[in-house]
Structure formats: C-alpha cells, structure tokens
C-alpha cells in the first residue's frame, strides 16, 4: 500500500471545476458516437458501395468483418496502452487515426482499400473508445456525478446504431455512400479541438513493460474467434472454415489467461474481472449486445422488406426507441444507481426489454409501424437505458486508475464479442426457421413473406430469451448496494 501511495497521481489540473467536466463529457461522448455509429452506417451503405464499386455479394462482408476483426480484437491492447502511455494521448490518435482512416474509406476506388480502410477505423477505434470511457471513469468520481455522467454516455452507446442507421440512410439518399465515411472527419475535427481544450489527464505514474505474450495471445485468439462466427453467418455452423477458428481461439483465449495469471504486468489483470460488480458487468454487456442484434439487423429487414421502408424511413423508425433509451438511461439509469447500484437495475431493464422483443412476435403481414413495430421499440428502449447506464459505471467503479484503460476495453470487447455470436446464431436460427417454412407449405409468393415472417420472429423469441439470461446474471453476479468509490479519489480528488 506504501508503494501504491506515494505513486499516486498528482491532481488533475481540470478536475475542480465543475463546469469543465461537462464539456469533457461532451468531447467524450462524441467520440464514443462516432465509435458506436460506424458499426452501422456502413451497413446501410453497403448496397450503393457494392454498385459502385462492383464486388459480390461474398466479398461484402469483409466491408463489416474488416472492421469488427480489428476493433474487437485490439480493444485489450488498447486500453492497456492507454493506461501505460496516457488516456488522452491514446485518445488524440485514436480520434486522429479513426478520422484517416475514415477518408481513406471514403475515397476507395476499390474493395481492397475500402476493407483496409475499414480495418484501420477498426483499430484506431480499439485505441479510441477504451481511452473515452477510462477518462470519463477517471474525470467522474463523485457518486452523484458519476450516475449523470455514466447515464449520458450509457444512453449513446446503446442509442448509437440507431443513430448510425438514421444517418447512414440520410447520407446514402441526399448525398453519397462515400459520406458515410467522411462525415467521421467531421466528427473527429470537433472533437479534437474540445480535447485539446476541455479534457485532462492524470500523469503516467510508472511505465511496465507492454505483456508481449499476453498481446499476441489475446489478438490471436480474439481474430480467431471473431473470424469463425463471421464465417457461421455465411458457411454454416458444421462448415471447417468455422469451427476450426473459433476452436483455435477458444485454445488461445484460454492459454491468453494462463498466461495472465504468471506474468509479472499482465494485459488484462485478473483483479479487473475478478470483481463481481465489474465481472456482472461484462457479462450483461456480452448477453444484451448479442440480443440487440436482433433489433437493429432483422427489424432493418421488416421495416424495408415488408412494410416498404426507404433507408431514411427505416433509420427514422429506430428514432423513438433512441428516445426511450435516452430517457430511461439519464432519469432513472442516473439517479438510482448512485443509490441502490446495478443489482436490481440491470435485471428489471432486461427483462423489460425482453417484453418489447416478444411483443415483436406479434408482427404479421398486415401489421404497421404504429402498432406493431412503435410500441415494442419503445419499451426495448426503456429497457436497454436501465441495462446499459448501470453496466458501465459498474464496469469502471472502485477500480485503480492504472487498470481503468483496460477495464474499459472490457467492456467493448465484450460487446464486440457478443454481437458476434449474436449476428452468427441469430442468422443462422432465421435461415433455418425460413426454409422450414417454405418446405413445409405450398411455394406461393404469400409463403415467402410469411417464411421470412417465421424466421423474424424466431429471431425475437431468441432475443428474448438473451435478454432473460441477462436479467438472471445480472441478479447473480451483481453485488447488493452502492458502487465502490474511486479508490485513487481521496485526497486529490476532493473539492
């Protein structure tokens, strides 16, 4: 404890004043937006680039894979070199980098450099949002700040590929698939200059050395794994191109830990997830994110296959859920948490949230929007507020600030990973449910919307029981009562 003490960071110059941490929030949560919308609005891109740029229909999902193989699996090395080498500096050339390699993507005159593009965004990313959310953690200490501060950022990663669908289709319509990509460079300016001005850092107390084998270990793995289920979606579960590297980075994931166990600076110390407020934590993060896919993927898929939705129309109609999410996650998400903590939040916002995803279940080929689609949107969106607000304080709470990097990258990592698996079963359970339908009824046109019918709604069963297993976790894992306080805070943290 003498030796933690006297390495102790000196106060943070911006730290007492108020005001100033709210303007980091704001430079903060741009950046994070920026991180969590490209996750979708190349999506809605994607059909005008393959036209444009004339590559198949196999080739365009190294457009998504690019980007998901690189940000999931340098998030570890990102944080831990946050922690190592200053958050905001990481911050600065993550941002910097991420805005490139966004116009590097927006001027590709062919596949192989937009999916190089896409995998540099993928790891500026990795260094960008673990950063964020490390210096929103450090910057928030006080209970009652901290809940605002947590509910603000909470509410925009969960809102995020909404808004990344809005936009996405907005661009693409009015403007230019390529926009997509260079409305990151507008981004990136803005916030770049409020770093430079609004955010500090705690000095780097000690430098260790970079835990080589546990990097190598974790990138393998991570790529390994992401790579696999990628593969799921197109090539089958029983395909060798998918099981191969998914148990290839379940072997290297395991050896990932032995290692951390022994080394003397482990990448991701075990203390980290050992917790089990932060442990609680990464594991509703992982559950709900593999749900949310159904949300955002195949609800795309009705809005615009089935009740005709244009691009704009279909981002638009993700609006009120991003409304609720914003709502539930700075009124409730904020208040309460400081007070009563994650235990009994979590639990109740997934299991709401798995209410709107079995009301989708009644979506048939005569529903509309209004009262099909509005209302379970609205209570998935109170309900994901109550998860995701809580998750990420929890996630950071009561942990030193030389492993808030890393802890934060723990929490992308996990919901890169889950969307993974979530994407990877949810298409594979859809196919299967849509084929046993159409062999088992009378080829019609009739059939085939009612076949693509049949698999949505497996899809949204599925996502229910998800956000099920999240709600029990979370009530398991979770510990009773109020977050920990910053262990670093006192005294310098005082005001």
């Not at 950046?31 to 740029?53: E, K, R, S, W």
């Not at 596949?111 to 950063?131: N, S, T, Y």
């Not at 450090?138 to 950022?153: D, H, L, M, N, V």
């Not at 993927?297 to 999410?325: D, E």
Request: hydrophobic fraction near 55%.
């Amino acid at each position: 404890m003498t030796t933690e003490t006297q390495a102790r960071p000196a106060p943070r110059p911006a730290a007492p004043a108020s005001n100033g941490r709210w303007w980091a929030l704001v430079v903060l949560a741009m950046a994070q937006l920026m991180v969590v919308l490209d996750a979708t609005i190349v999506n809605i891109a994607l059909p005008t680039a393959q036209a444009d740029l004339a590559f198949s229909d196999a080739d365009r999902q190294w457009v998504v894979t690019g980007y998901a193989l690189a940000f999931g699996s340098l998030l570890l090395l990102g944080g831990r070199l946050s922690d190592f080498f200053g958050r905001k500096r990481m911050f600065l050339i993550g941002l910097v980098g991420f805005a490139l390699a966004s116009a590097l993507g927006g001027a590709a005159n062919g596949l192989e450099m937009l999916i190089v593009a896409r995998a540099l965004q993928g790891a500026f990313g990795a260094a960008l949002a673990p950063a964020a959310l490390s210096l929103l953690s450090t910057t928030f200490t006080q209970p009652a700040e901290r809940g605002k501060a947590f509910g603000i950022f909470g509410a925009i990663s969960g809102a995020g590929g909404a808004v990344g669908l809005l936009l996405g289709g907005v661009l693409t319509e009015y403007a230019s698939w390529r926009w997509c990509l260079y409305v990151n460079l507008i981004i990136a300016a803005i916030a770049v200059a409020g770093a430079l001005t609004k955010l500090s850092d705690e000095p780097v107390a000690n430098r260790a050395r970079i835990d080589i084998p546990g990097t190598v270990t974790a990138v393998v793995g991570l790529v390994a794994l992401v790579f696999g289920l990628g593969k799921a979606e197109t090539d089958g579960w029983s395909s060798a191109v998918t099981l191969g590297p998914i148990a290839v980075g379940v072997v290297v994931l395991i050896a990932f830990v032995v290692i951390e166990t022994r080394v003397a600076n482990p990448l991701l110390p075990l203390r980290v997830v050992l917790d089990r407020n932060r442990g609680g934590s990464y594991a509703a993060i992982g559950i709900a994110g593999a749900g949310m896919f159904g949300i955002f993927l195949f609800l795309t898929y009705y809005l615009v296959g089935n009740l005709g939705f244009t691009p704009v129309q279909t981002g638009l109609a993700f609006l009120p859920m991003l409304g609720a999410i914003m709502l539930s996650a700075t009124t409730a998400g904020s208040m309460l948490t400081p007070r009563v903590g994650p235990r009994p939040l979590v639990p109740v916002g997934a299991l709401v949230a798995a209410a709107g995803m079995a009301f989708l279940t009644r979506l048939d080929v005569d529903s509309t929007y209004a009262s099909g689609v509005l209302p379970g949107l609205l209570v998935i969106g109170l309900g994901l507020g109550l998860v995701f607000a809580p998750t990420q304080n929890a996630a950071t709470s009561g942990v030193e600030h030389r492993d808030a990097g890393v802890a934060s990258a723990m929490i992308n990592t996990v919901q890169q990973i889950g969307g993974s698996i979530g994407t990877a079963l949810l298409s594979s359970f859809a196919a299967t449910a849509a084929t046993n339908y159409a062999t088992s009824h009378a080829r019609s046109p009739q059939v085939a919307l009612e076949a693509s019918l049949a698999s949505y709604h497996t899809v949204f069963w599925w996502s229910c029981g998800l956000f099920v297993v999240c709600a029990v976790v979370s009530a398991l894992l979770f510990r009773t009562g109020p977050l920990d306080v910053d262990p670093d805070a006192a005294p310098a943290m005082a005001h």
